[in-house]
């Protein structure tokens, strides 16, 4: 009797291991941006945000949607994101798009996964939000 209360235990802690890594998972997935509208009315700041990785970087071969490449899909993706003034960017917003829903969301959670700014400044030097233009990313299929 012992020996299945402790098979029923085991299984039960591997099912909630289970179930915690699956829903980290999900997580991560659910809060990624997704394409929205950013905001108009931000401020002109007096010193830019300026990227403290290189951009090229921010969109890989592992950042391509399997189903994307399953469908043979390409194209062009021009995003813009809203910096905080923590540097890290929060919002993204598609300015133009690859016609490929798939393209445009990946493009938009690569950017604010990896993208990292020293933050947009005021007059005063203090930290403020503002909105930056990156080039367009540039889907191609990967090579077998």
Not at 88 to 93: N, Q
């Amino acid at each position: 009797m012992i020996g299945v209360l402790a098979l029923i235990a085991v299984l039960a802690l591997l099912l909630l291991a289970i179930g915690i890594v699956t829903a980290g998972t999900a997580f991560r997935y659910l809060r990624a941006p997704v394409p929205t509208r950013l905001p108009r009315d931000l401020p002109v700041p007096a010193q830019p945000p300026r990227p403290l990785n290189d951009v090229a970087t921010w969109f890989g071969p592992d950042d391509y949607p399997a189903q994307a490449i399953r469908r043979n899909e390409e194209g062009r993706v021009r995003v813009a994101l809203l910096i905080n003034a923590d540097g890290r960017p929060s919002a993204c917003e598609v300015m133009e798009s690859s016609h490929h829903r798939l393209l445009d969301r990946a493009t938009c959670r690569a950017a604010v996964r990896h993208a990292r700014y020293a933050p947009a400044r005021d007059r005063s030097g203090a930290a403020i939000p503002a909105r930056v233009d990156l080039s367009a990313v540039r889907w191609r299929l990967p090579s077998e």
